[in-house]
């Protein structure tokens, strides 16, 4: 028993009813995507089901096309294009509390994430056993220091001080002593002279003997040489040694300045270091910058704790809590790569909190891709910055539902994505006849995934089928014909090289 394909009257009945009135479809496609999926997931089960229904019922099928259809009148309306993303609440202004002390250190206690504070309060305290020890070695250090310091200032002074006492004592007394020793020597030499003249004068009257006069010669020859030799030394002191001597002196000032300059500095560094850590002491203790809400910061995605907890290593500027600007929210969200582009600043969205709906726009958009791994399944997003109003009782940390609005398209003609047929020649519906379902080819344009802009191949009223992949064997054709065309295409390929691999007959070649 043949059942007859529904004519246009008896299948209309069949249409959704979201897809008779204008005016609903017009608040559908305005409402929040998340039930525009739900709708569209009632629309393909429902469609499954009849389809199954219709393949187990006798005598449905033809030779062309298969059991009832369900249809949707073409009608205008307004389109609404958005991307939903889940992101959390924060404030776009924080004040960032980091860690002051060195190295590594463990958080001994920290106040609660989410506590309302006053200027002044305690929020974190850190263990002070490690910095305590450093104090007093670095204390030790800065006395030895110190000592040693003030030793070579004294030995700097004592040699400037040497070269004074040698230009304005030890070398005109050195002076003084060579020239009295000269003087000294001319008037033996005088002496010596005198008693030669003599010993002469009475050896030629013959009191004295040659060789007394002899000895007399000799005692002033010693003379001249005594002179000489103290007339030398005298030069050699004020050509020769008395620079000599400076510059000793100089050598040793500067020798002892740069002693006392390196134990100066030492000493300045040993005490630096102990009033460094004498300050991170005071560190470990961390106090509330000004009044206002104290939360932890966020930790990374591939985490399974907090940065910050009684126990947590942390190190010097880590930052250890914040302090929001609860008048500057934001959401920061992920756009997925495949539709980043679309997404500008300046665009609407819309932000559902819990207990709540706000407007706000886009901020920012990333210009390079956050890391994924693992703990994003692999998924390339970018960060996006959703700015919201100043709008009271908002808190970081709260879930958000994101809806950024990409585009509206306003009284445009609306086809379902289940009416539409992809192929690798276009895109095509089938629309509702007195004779049957016709073929029609579309030029679509933008999209939400549940409707899409026709731009041309319809007109306003045509009544096209429902998911015609279940229902018309044409439609089953034109998808399967690019396989099978591509398996005719991959057996002449074979077939062709098998012919051009072949043997030659024998005495050919």
């Known amino acids: 028993m043949a059942i007859d394909t529904p004519s246009e009257t008896q299948s209309q009945p069949q249409s959704l009813p979201l897809q008779r009135d204008s005016d609903r479809q017009d608040s559908a496609q305005n409402a929040p995507q998340v039930r525009w999926w739900k709708r569209g997931l009632l629309v393909i ?5 009849v389809a199954m229904a219709a393949t187990w019922i006798p005598g449905v099928s033809s030779s062309r096309e298969y059991g009832p259809k369900l249809t949707h009148t073409i009608a205008r309306g307004n389109l609404l294009v958005t991307v939903t993303e ?17 190295g590594q250190n463990t958080v001994i206690w920290v106040v609660e994430s989410g506590t309302e504070v006053q200027a002044g309060d305690e929020l974190l305290r850190l263990d002070t056993l490690f910095i305590e020890e450093q104090i007093a070695e670095r204390s030790k250090y800065a006395h030895w220091s110190q000592s040693g310091a003030e030793r070579s200032t004294a030995d700097a002074a004592r040699a400037k001080l040497a070269i004074s006492e040698y230009k304005e004592g030890r070398y005109p007394a050195q002076v003084m002593t060579l020239e009295k020793d000269f003087a000294i020597a001319q008037s033996n030499l005088r002496t010596a002279q005198n008693m030669l003249a003599h010993a002469k004068m009475m050896s030629a009257r013959g009191y004295v003997s040659q ?27 004020k050509r020769f040694g008395i620079a000599e001597e400076m510059e000793t002196l100089k050598g040793n000032l500067a020798a002892d300045s740069a002693r006392n300059a390196a134990d100066i500095e030492r000493a300045e560094a040993d005490a630096s270091r102990r009033d460094r850590a004498l300050e991170e002491l005071e560190y470990c203790v961390v106090t509330a910058p000004r009044s206002g809400l104290v939360i932890y910061p966020s930790a990374a995605k591939w985490k399974n704790t907090p940065d910050i907890e ?8 880590q930052i250890l809590l914040l302090m929001p600007d609860m008048s500057k929210m934001q959401v920061k969200v992920g756009i997925h790569e495949s539709i980043i582009d679309r997404v500008k600043p300046g665009l609407a969205a819309r932000v559902t909190l819990p207990d709540r709906t706000i407007d706000g726009e886009v901020a920012s958009v990333a210009t390079v891709t956050s890391p994924a791994g693992w703990w994003t399944g692999n998924v390339v997003k970018y960060d996006t910055i959703i700015e919201l109003p100043s709008v009271e009782k908002l808190k970081p940390g709260m879930s958000a539902e994101v ?13 379902p994505v289940a009416a539409v047929v992809e192929t690798e020649k276009g895109n095509f519906c089938w629309v509702q006849t007195a004779a049957g379902a016709k073929r029609r080819a579309l030029q679509l344009g933008d999209t939400n995934d549940i409707f899409i802009v026709v731009e041309s191949g319809l007109k306003e009223g045509d009544e096209v089928v429902l998911n015609p992949l279940a229902f018309i064997e044409e439609a089953q054709t034109e998808v399967l014909k690019p396989r099978d065309e591509a ?3 991959e057996l002449d390929s074979t077939e062709s090289g ?9 005495g050919e070649g």
């Open 403 to 415: 809806e950024v609005i990409m585009a509206r398209h306003e009284d445009v003609l609306l086809i």
């Open 487 to 489: 398996k005719a295409r």
């Open 211 to 237: 060789l007394e006069v002899e000895d007399k010669e000799f005692s002033v020859t010693r003379a001249q040489l005594d002179v000489e030799v103290n007339q030398t030394q005298i030069d050699v002191l």
């Open 45 to 49: 089960g429902v469609v499954a089901v």
């Open 86 to 102: 889940q992101g959390t609440l924060e404030s776009s202004e924080n004040t960032e509390i980091k860690c002051k002390v060195r």
């Open 498 to 506: 098998n012919q051009q691999q072949s043997p030659l007959p024998p």
């Open 310 to 317: 009684e126990g947590a290593r942390v190190h010097k500027d």
